[in-house]
């Protein structure tokens, strides 16, 4: 038995690939598969999704990665790259590149290669993390078309920050009509809708669109879990229960006595801790699914275990199995208890956890 998995559904991933397409049918499909695919397994996730039009990373050793399983769509690197070394693997590779800076501009212009790079303008329309700024966008657009080391058309690419936020929809309105009044001045291919955007902004849908989380089955909204959106976790997070002792009313349990038992009840011992990636913080009483019924974390997670307060009258064995996120209890609740987002708790396991695709 291995104690503590990731399982894997590939076919909820095709399914969330398939609403993504019934979402923006006139569009074709970026796949984000960046950071080992959001943690659920670069390779085995991009051959599961063989009708993505193309693959979106942040790193080239990702591109490589793929490029190397065999994978031959277009594949995006959404930063550009980092040394100007990596210009001739670029092409070597038929990889496309974000251009997003002067610097890197005139790293392609003075670089020696056999056949132009394939490239995106990066346009900042109002995130102000990489991208040209629209009134340097036409000169620079210009530029990047005199440049015979890049492949034409020249695609435009941008990137919306707060199309998860219905009350910021000043701001991304603002975006979209700064992206589109910019492509419509031009040939190329254009790429916006990020996962909000294809769900909430109909105007982001351009020729391509980058779905992540989605695919995954995880909102990119605060109130809202994946299954309101119809899609299905694609990650389930399992261990099972290694041990089981009755404490009193009044005992504490764990490192700093976190948890002192409300009344005589049953603590499971559950192998999973922070050295597997199920995050430290969470306070007592966060969900746990155990025998089809949640229950609540109890005293601080260890490196290695966790504890959960199964109740007195609880007839939990050991080697039952208990779900920490995935089917039956979304990432969504856990990432809401801490604070944070969903993303930041997927991408998360180590390399402790076994991955079984299904
Ligand atoms: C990560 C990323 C995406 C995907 O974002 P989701 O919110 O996961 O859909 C799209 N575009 C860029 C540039 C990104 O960095």
């Keep these: ?102 610097e890197l501009l005139e ?92 769900f909430t902004w109909p105007s982001s849908h351009t020729d391509w669109v980058r779905p992540g989380i989605i695919l995954y089955g995880v909102s990119p909204y605060d109130d809202k879990t994946g299954l309101d959106l119809g899609l299905k976790p694609v990650m389930t997070l399992k261990s099972n229960i290694i041990a089981i002792r009755t404490v009193k009313k009044g005992d504490k349990v764990g490192y700093g006595c976190y948890y002192e038992a409300p009344c005589d009840t049953r603590i499971g011992i559950v192998a999973m801790g922070y050295g597997d990636g199920y995050p430290r913080q969470v306070p007592n009483g966060t969900p746990v699914l155990v025998n089809n019924r949640i229950v609540g974390t109890a005293g601080h997670v260890c490196m290695d275990m966790m504890f959960i307060d199964l109740g007195l009258d609880s007839n939990d064995k050991i080697g039952d199995e208990v779900i920490l996120w995935g089917e039956g209890l979304p990432v969504e609740k856990i990432s809401a208890i801490l604070g944070t987002i969903p993303y930041e708790l997927v991408i998360k396991l180590t390399n402790r956890v076994n991955f079984i695709y299904k």
């Design 107 to 198: 790293q392609i212009e003075t670089a020696s290669v056999p056949s132009p790079i394939s490239a995106w303008l990066k346009l900042n329309t109002g995130m102000h993390r990489l991208g040209v700024n629209p009134e340097d966008a036409e000169a620079f657009y210009s530029r990047m078309e005199h440049c015979s080391n890049i492949a034409k058309p020249i695609g435009i690419i941008s990137h919306l920050c707060c199309a998860d936020e219905p009350a910021k929809d000043d701001y991304t309105n603002r975006q979209i009509k700064i992206f589109n009044d910019f492509a419509a001045k031009h040939p190329g291919p254009t790429a916006l809708a990020n996962s909000a955007g294809i």
């Design 1 to 102: 038995m291995q104690s503590v998995r990731a399982e894997i559904n590939l076919k909820a991933l095709v399914h969330n690939f398939n609403v993504v397409k019934s979402k923006v049918p006139n569009s074709k499909i970026i796949s984000v598969v960046k950071a080992n695919a959001y943690g659920h397994g670069l390779i085995q996730v991009s051959k599961a999704l063989k009708d993505s039009d193309a693959y979106a990373v942040a790193r080239i050793e990702e591109a490589l990665a793929l490029r190397s399983a065999g994978i031959t769509k277009p594949i995006v690197l959404l930063e550009g790259f980092f040394n100007k070394e990596d210009v001739p693997v670029l092409v070597a590779n038929n990889l496309t590149v974000a251009v997003h800076s002067i």
